[in-house]
């Protein structure tokens, strides 16, 4: 779940990151009176969940009250992405010499929570570690213990950062690190922080994600900032595939197929356990894949389910084949699924040995799975086989 930047900022705020002064408005007569109490220049910005918010130009300067009132007049009703603009941020300009980028994330590799620091901040800012890693750092914290100021010290100290400002930034990065773990959020950004003459910090930008899991711990949090439905806070609206497999995986409570998204490319993905149907997404994307879908399936989903969601994929337009891939299963019995997916191929009268590309789900009843498979002249293979190495083949196979 997202949340808009006002309510970002009015967490940050809460935890002693400084933010530039501001309020919001839903009519441009607001806007213009907020615009004098602050005084000008202001920036009015339409509060959507779209990151491309600003080069969609929904990101206005004001030099006066009166222009605010144009700004906003401009910006409310009209849809950026998939949000139409309801209200607007209006605050106070901050003139700066100098950005910063604070992120914290979890990394799944290391299974612990990262803060990332860089001395550049910006539209672009995405593509710096790969372009510019120099600019660049990263340090892990734990996701037991506090965070310590020593580690976000450490660094911002890597990053150059000295004296009064890397006294100033260290609680500020302390805080965002804090942020993630108290509220259960997935990600947090402060792009740009921006440095001013005098040497004074503020978060110009923010974005906070909360994931799913945590809407009923946080509750009291989400109740405060008058957040009543965190389920429609997607980053689009769910699309028709979506909601099919939503009612496929609600009619049957054995297993699951979540979570669920559709893709613009080819190839069907019937993918999970613990991680490996991310891991798997990546690898069959390194490969040169393009997948069509993400749903990850698990948990010992029954034979009607794990044929549902096949013929799901498979009627997306423009897909032939899909790959069934997981990494090794103890909760779910292989045959069941392998039994689930040629089911659902031979219902819409294909070949289940051209239509799946490769049949990787090690573990439980394995063996018999492989009897099945064995039985259709589908490519399967073990857990000797690796996940991207699985993928590899399976993108091969669906180019062939």
């Given at each position: 779940m997202r949340f808009y930047e006002f309510e970002a900022k009015r967490v940050l705020a809460r935890h002693g990151i400084p933010v530039p002064p501001g309020g919001t408005a839903a009519a441009a007569a607001e806007a213009e009176k907020l615009a004098a109490e602050l005084g000008c220049p202001?920036?009015?910005?339409?509060?959507?969940?779209?990151?491309?918010?600003?080069?969609?130009?929904a990101v206005e300067v004001a030099a006066t009250p009166a222009d605010a009132a144009k700004a906003a007049s401009k910006l409310l009703g009209r849809k950026i992405g998939f949000d139409t603009t309801e209200r607007v941020l209006v605050e106070k300009k901050i003139e700066t010499v100098k950005?910063?980028?604070?992120?914290?994330?979890?990394?799944?590799?290391?299974?612990?929570?990262?803060?990332?620091?860089?001395?550049?901040?910006?539209?672009?800012?995405?593509?710096?570690?790969?372009?510019?890693?120099?600019?660049?750092?990263?340090?892990?914290?734990?996701?037991?213990?506090?965070?310590?100021?020593?580690?976000?010290?450490?660094?911002?100290?890597?990053?150059?950062?000295?004296?009064?400002?890397?006294?100033?930034?260290?609680?500020?990065?302390?805080?965002?690190?804090?942020?993630?773990?108290?509220?259960?959020?997935?990600?947090?950004?402060?792009?740009?922080?921006?440095?001013?003459?005098?040497g004074k910090f503020y978060a110009l930008d923010a974005h906070l994600d909360m994931e799913a899991e945590g809407f009923e711990r946080q509750k009291p949090f989400l109740t405060e900032l008058a957040i009543t439905d965190p389920d429609a806070r997607g980053t689009r609206p769910p699309t028709p595939f979506e909601l099919e497999a939503t009612r496929i995986d609600d009619e049957d409570p054995r297993g699951i197929i979540s979570p669920i998204a559709e893709f613009d490319g080819d190839m069907g993905l019937v993918i999970g356990a613990g991680g490996g149907s991310i891991t798997t997404f990546d690898a069959i994307l390194r490969h040169g894949g393009k997948p069509a879908n993400y749903a990850a399936i698990g948990g010992n989903p029954s034979v009607s389910k794990a044929k549902g969601l096949t013929k799901l994929v498979l009627q997306k337009p423009g897909v032939r084949k899909i790959c069934v891939i997981s990494n090794v299963v103890s909760n779910t019995r292989a045959d069941l699924v392998a039994r689930g997916v040629i089911k659902g191929i031979l219902e819409l009268g294909m070949d289940p040995k051209e239509t799946i590309t490769i049949f990787r789900v090690p573990g439980a009843w394995e063996a018999d799975a492989f009897k099945i498979l064995d039985k259709y002249g589908v490519e399967y293979c073990d857990r000797t086989v690796s996940l991207s190495e699985a993928a590899r083949r399976a993108v091969e196979k669906a180019k062939a």
């Open positions: 202001v920036y009015v910005k339409a509060q959507v969940f779209s990151r491309r918010r600003s080069k969609a130009g950005e910063y980028c604070l992120h914290t994330t979890y990394d799944g590799a290391a299974k612990l929570p990262v803060m990332t620091v860089a001395d550049m901040g910006g539209h672009d800012i995405d593509d710096l570690a790969s372009s510019q890693p120099a600019h660049v750092k990263r340090r892990h914290f734990s996701s037991l213990a506090p965070i310590s100021p020593y580690r976000a010290k450490e660094v911002l100290r890597d990053l150059g950062l000295g004296g009064s400002d890397l006294n100033r930034v260290t609680p500020i990065l302390t805080a965002l690190c804090d942020v993630l773990m108290r509220y259960d959020l997935t990600f947090t950004e402060i792009n740009a922080l921006g440095r001013t003459a005098d």
